[in-house]
């Protein structure tokens, strides 16, 4: 009965403090809202502070900032990166860097062309094994965003040459699949000093996806300034794992849902997976004081 009780007055509390989303994708990269339409659909989520944190992308922001001001929405300036630690490929997040910065963009740029290469490659590889998908399939997903597998997943899926969205990462296009192939990728200490010149703070993102303790130290070692806590992937054991992380190393946490708009039948993490204010002031006060 008590417990009832705490669950409900969580459960109130959460719905009247504001809180931050800080992991969010839109059509600048797999996301399927555009930056105007998810400042709207966030802002009808109760959000107040937001970072779209596309793949290789910033083009998102300053749309995002102009929705943002219209409807009463913070936007974190955000990015999303990959790096390459022994072969795996990581995901780290950054914040409050110069969007504008020229070493930055043309980075995100070079990013982008590599994504396209490579999603010719998968294209390729797939012929070859007789699935008939063609690359204008995958443009048309991608439109003007960063080309990643959720493209071809999702034009394998229209094409029906699969049945499932997940189905083409477990038998095509996932790792150790006949049509995976790599990314280009940063080392991560090349990463935090690409986000570090341009003013920003890098977080890894998601680490309970794939990362070990030894590799989440290497990473701290790299110059990483936190760690996603919240985030789907992560139950409560997990959050607070990573919290603990956090704490023992003076790090900052980040967290958020990771939306894409519905692509991986995410409709539902929207305004479910949230930080509070406090955490987007630590970094300010990381970085400006
Ligand atoms: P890319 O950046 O092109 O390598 O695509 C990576 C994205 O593909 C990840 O952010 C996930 O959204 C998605 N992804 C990777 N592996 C899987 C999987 N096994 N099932 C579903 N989605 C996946
Ligand atoms: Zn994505
Ligand atoms: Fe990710
Ligand atoms: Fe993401």
């Not at 504001?18 to 555009?34: E, F, M, N």
């Not at 806590?229 to 849902?257: A, D, I, K, M, W």
């Amino acid at each position: 009965m008590a417990e009832m009780e705490n669950e409900r007055t969580k459960h109130i509390d959460h719905a009247n403090t504001p809180r931050a989303d800080l992991h969010l994708h839109t059509t600048y990269s797999d996301g399927v809202l555009s930056p105007d339409a998810l400042v709207h659909r966030v802002r009808a989520a109760g959000l107040s502070v937001v970072s779209i944190t596309d793949h290789d992308n910033v083009g998102a922001i300053e749309e995002a900032i102009e929705a943002g001001k219209s409807v009463g929405v913070e936007i974190v300036p955000g990015v999303e990166l990959s790096v390459a630690l022994n072969e795996k490929d990581i995901h780290l997040l950054a914040y409050f860097f110069d969007y504008t910065n020229q070493k930055l963009r043309d980075y995100l740029a070079f990013f982008r062309y590599e994504r396209l290469k490579r999603a010719e490659r998968i294209v390729q590889k797939l012929n070859d094994i007789n699935i008939s998908l063609k690359m204008d399939a995958v443009l048309d997903q991608a439109g003007i965003g960063s080309v990643g597998r959720p493209h071809i997943a999702s034009a394998l899926l229209e094409e029906g040459l699969i049945g499932t969205y997940h189905e083409a990462f477990m038998k095509y296009i996932g790792v150790g699949a006949p049509a995976y192939e790599k990314k280009y990728q940063l080392s991560p200490l090349e990463a935090t000093q690409l986000i570090a010149q341009a003013g920003g703070l890098t977080f890894l993102a998601h680490p309970g996806k794939y990362t070990t303790e030894l590799e989440l130290s290497t990473l701290i070692q790299a110059g990483v300034d936190g760690i996603e806590v919240v985030h789907p992937s992560h139950n409560e054991t997990r959050q607070e794992f990573y919290r603990g992380v956090v704490h023992q190393y003076f790090l900052l946490e980040c967290g958020g849902s990771d939306f894409h708009g519905g692509r991986k039948n995410d409709d539902q993490v929207l305004g479910a997976y949230t930080v509070p204010l406090q955490v987007v002031e630590d970094m300010r006060t990381r970085l400006f004081s």
